[in-house]
């Protein structure tokens, strides 16, 4: 764990290499993408237990996040998707299967999009696709916690009142962003996981149609769970992270439906 240079700005980036390789396994790289107004030391701990010992993995906190400083720009997602492309070029430096929460989902959303080439894989948690999905950003309701200006400080050494400048920004950003179509989500090609709680802050139909706008999907609500289902239920979200990784070839069911198409012209093509 440590700071490198990326492209001229000191970001926290974060490896975990498998202490061996595992029977089957090929030791990928995965690249974790941690939520808005949060860091990789977060929420990183509920997703390794199912990936430490058979991926390379890596994480780092995006501009104004976590122990990364400002720069200017960071608050809008084509800024984040660009940093986390040089991420992937410069310090991956090959194709890697992307898990983003919240903020992070949205942001290998847009990746899958802009570079297939990068991408092997996405899993997409709690994530909304468009700002027009049922959820609400009001700046006005803006509260910054005693313990969370402390850590901004003990993380960053930046001044304490960029701390509410930094929120409210993404707050205004929420309000706006993110906005891919329909025919945006069409493009991604790549296997994908679309994992959410069964009480999100955003629409389940807004979930339902990020799911049924990526051909190559699978979707996963976890019962009793909100926006923060990595951490109430992070079990059994690991083995939904596993039982995906386990075998990542589209989906041949025995009673196909939203996928007949598909599935008649792979059977055809045998």
């Not at 995906?244 to 009673?255: A, E, G, H, I, S």
Request: charged share 25%; with cysteine; proline share 5%.
């Amino acid at each position: 764990m440590s700071y490198i240079n990326l492209r001229g700005h000191q970001i926290w980036s974060v490896q975990y290499k498998p202490r061996f390789k595992i029977l089957n396994k090929t030791n990928e790289k995965v690249l974790l993408l941690h939520g808005g107004l949060s860091s990789t030391e977060d929420w990183d701990y509920t997703i390794l237990p199912a990936i430490k010992r058979t991926h390379h993995v890596y994480g780092y906190d995006r501009s104004a996040h976590g122990r990364t400083k400002v720069r200017e720009g960071y608050y809008h997602f084509e800024f984040q998707r660009d940093e986390a492309i040089a991420y992937l070029e410069d310090v991956v430096k090959e194709p890697a299967h992307l898990i983003g929460w919240s903020d992070g989902g949205i942001i290998a959303l847009y990746i899958a999009i802009a570079r297939p080439d990068l991408v092997k894989s996405i899993i997409v948690i709690g994530a909304n696709y468009h700002h027009d999905c049922g959820a609400s950003h009001d700046p006005e309701t803006i509260e910054i916690k005693d313990e969370d200006l402390k850590e901004f400080i003990d993380r960053t050494g930046q001044e304490p009142k960029l701390l509410e400048e930094i929120v409210r920004k993404a707050y205004q950003v929420w309000s706006t962003e993110p906005r891919l179509t329909h025919d945006d989500l069409c493009k991604i090609q790549s296997p994908a996981l679309i994992l959410a709680g069964d009480d999100e802050p955003f629409t389940s139909e807004h979930t339902f149609s990020l799911y049924e706008a990526i051909e190559n999907a699978r979707l996963a609500i976890v019962p009793g769970t909100s926006h923060f289902v990595v951490k109430e239920k992070p079990e059994l979200v690991q083995v939904l992270i596993n039982d995906f990784y386990n075998n990542l070839d589209f989906p041949m069911t025995k009673w196909p439906n939203r996928r007949r198409e598909i599935t008649d012209q792979m059977i055809g093509d045998i």
